[in-house]
C-alpha cells in the first residue's frame, strides 16, 4: 500500500470532536479576514486587477483567494511542517464548498482533513527541502486536494488519483526572497487551485500516480535530500495538525516571532533607557531566511529579524505598518547595533519548537534580557476568541469592511460548526473585490 493511500486512511478513520470543529471555524475566520487584507495592498490590487481584465473559473477564484492571504504575511503557521495551511485549504475548502452546496460543518470536516495532508507531508519532506523550496507551495496541493476530496466524496482510490497529481504539480522556489518579488503569494494561490483541479479530474477517473510520495520517481526522490517517510504516519492517534497550529498576531515571517515576543517584553522594561547593542540568540533556519540587515523594501523587512526586533524595541508593537520605509528609516541605527547568533537550545529544537532570545545592553551598561521557547500565537500561548476577534476584525476592516461588516463575519464564521447551511463567505469576499463569481 502507498502512503498516500495509507495517509488518506489515516485522515478518514480518525474522529473530529467538535473541538476540532470550533478549532477550524478560528482558522477559518483568520484565513479570511487574512484575504480581506490582503486585497487592500498594491500586491493584491494587481491580482485583483488581473482578475478583473477576464473571466475566471471557481478554481482561478480560489486562487484569488489564496494568493491573497498570504500577501500581509498574518496568516497561519504550522510548526513541524514549515507550512501555512490557512491560506492554501481555506480558501479551497469555501470556494468548492459553496460550489457544491456543502453545509457549513462540511466545509470545516474538509478544512481539517486538508490541514492533516498538507502538515504530515510538510513534516516528511526533511530540513534542507525548505532552503530551497518553499514548504507552503510544494505541500499545499496535496492539503487542498484532500480537501476537495472530502467534499466531492470521493473514494480512496479516486482521492489517491487526486493527492498524487496534486503533487506531480508541486513547485515553488525561495529564489523571490533575494529581491522581495510577489512570488510567494503565486505559491499560495497556485497550491489551492492546483489541489482543486486534482480533485475535479479525478471525480471524472482521471489518475495520478499513487507513489507520488515514496516513488523512485516522486517526491522525496526529486526534491527531498533528507526526507523523513515515518512522519506521514507517525501518531495517527494524536491530535489532529489543525489545532497543532500557531496563529501569528504579528504581520511578518513566522520566524521573526519568537524575537519580537522577547522584544516587546524588552521594551516595556526599557523605562526610556537608550540602546547601545542587541543580541538576537536564534536557529538555523531563521538565518537562513531573515538575516537581512539592510531590507531594502516592505517585504524584505517582513523578513529581516533586524528590523523587526528593533521596531517591536522601539515601538512597542508591531502592525501592518511597521515596515514602510519611514519605519526602515526610524530602525536603521539599531539594527546595525544588533547581532545574530545561531544557539542551542533553540537550534535544536527547531522545527518542534520556534524559540529565541534576546539580550540587549543600554547606554549605561544593563543588561536586560528575555527568552522563548514559544511565543504568543503558538497551541501552547494560542489567541483565545476575543483575541482572534480582535485580529480578525482589524484586518478586515484594513482591508475595506466597516465594523458592522467586520463584525457580522466574526459572528457567522465562529457559529460555523453545526451549521447544516451552505455558508456563502467565498462569493461574498469575490464580491467585496469586484470581480465576477463564476458558479
Not at 531594502?296 to 526586533?309: D, G, R, T
Request: aromatic content about 6%; some cysteine.
Amino acid at each position: 500500500m502507498s502512503l498516500t493511500s495509507s495517509l488518506i486512511q489515516l485522515i478518514r478513520n480518525k474522529p473530529i470532536s467538535d473541538y476540532d470543529l470550533a478549532s477550524a471555524a478560528m482558522f477559518t475566520l483568520d484565513a479570511v479576514a487574512c484575504a480581506y487584507a490582503g486585497s487592500n495592498t498594491p500586491t493584491g490590487e494587481k491580482i485583483i486587477a488581473w482578475a478583473k481584465h477576464g473571466d475566471l473559473d471557481s478554481r482561478s477564484q480560489g486562487f484569488l483567494m489564496g494568493a491573497l492571504t498570504h500577501i500581509t504575511e498574518t496568516d497561519d503557521l504550522h510548526r513541524a511542517s514549515v507550512t501555512h495551511p490557512g491560506c492554501v485549504v481555506v480558501p479551497a475548502a469555501l470556494c468548492l464548498g459553496e460550489q457544491t452546496g456543502a453545509s457549513a460543518e462540511k466545509i470545516l470536516r474538509a478544512i481539517v482533513h486538508g490541514f492533516e495532508a498538507m502538515c504530515r507531508i510538510g513534516a516528511a519532506v526533511g530540513p534542507t527541502h525548505y532552503k530551497v523550496w518553499h514548504n507552503t507551495a510544494t505541500c499545499g496541493p496535496y492539503g487542498s486536494a484532500m480537501a476537495a476530496a472530502t467534499l466531492l466524496d470521493l473514494d480512496l482510490e479516486a482521492t489517491v488519483n487526486a493527492l498524487g497529481n496534486a503533487g506531480t504539480q508541486s513547485s515553488g522556489f525561495w529564489q523571490f526572497i533575494e529581491t522581495g518579488a510577489m512570488s510567494k503569494h503565486l505559491h499560495a494561490g497556485r497550491a489551492c487551485e492546483s489541489g482543486l483541479l486534482a480533485a475535479e479530474l479525478a471525480a471524472w477517473g482521471f489518475t495520478g500516480p499513487p507513489e507520488i510520495l515514496e516513488g523512485e520517481k516522486g517526491m522525496f526522490a526529486g526534491m527531498c535530500i533528507d526526507p523523513i517517510p515515518e512522519a506521514i504516519l507517525a501518531a495517527p492517534d494524536d491530535a489532529w495538525q489543525l489545532p497543532l497550529t500557531s496563529i501569528k498576531p504579528w504581520p511578518c515571517c513566522r520566524h521573526t516571532h519568537p524575537a519580537i515576543d522577547c522584544a516587546l517584553e524588552l521594551s516595556r522594561q526599557l523605562n526610556g533607557s537608550e540602546i547601545q547593542s542587541v543580541e538576537v540568540d536564534t536557529y538555523q533556519a531563521a538565518l537562513d531566511v531573515c538575516d537581512r540587515p539592510d531590507p531594502e523594501n516592505e517585504y524584505q523587512a517582513k523578513f529581516s529579524l533586524y528590523h523587526c526586533v528593533a521596531i517591536a524595541l522601539q515601538d512597542g508593537q508591531v502592525k501592518l505598518d511597521s515596515f514602510t520605509e519611514q519605519a526602515r528609516t526610524q530602525t536603521a541605527d539599531l539594527r546595525h547595533a544588533t547581532r545574530l547568533q545561531v544557539v542551542d537550545p533553540f537550534d535544536s529544537r527547531y522545527p518542534l519548537s520556534w524559540g529565541s532570545g534576546v539580550r540587549l545592553t543600554t547606554s549605561s551598561g544593563k543588561t536586560l534580557a528575555v527568552e522563548r521557547k514559544d511565543c504568543k500565537g503558538d497551541p501552547e500561548l494560542a489567541l483565545d476568541e476575543s483575541e482572534m476577534r480582535v485580529k480578525a476584525m482589524n484586518l478586515m476592516q484594513f482591508g475595506g469592511l466597516i465594523e458592522s461588516e467586520a463584525a457580522a463575519r466574526c459572528d457567522l464564521i465562529l457559529s460555523l460548526p453545526g451549521n447544516n447551511e451552505t455558508p456563502k463567505l467565498f462569493s461574498e469576499f469575490i464580491d467585496s473585490i469586484g470581480v465576477n463569481k463564476q458558479f
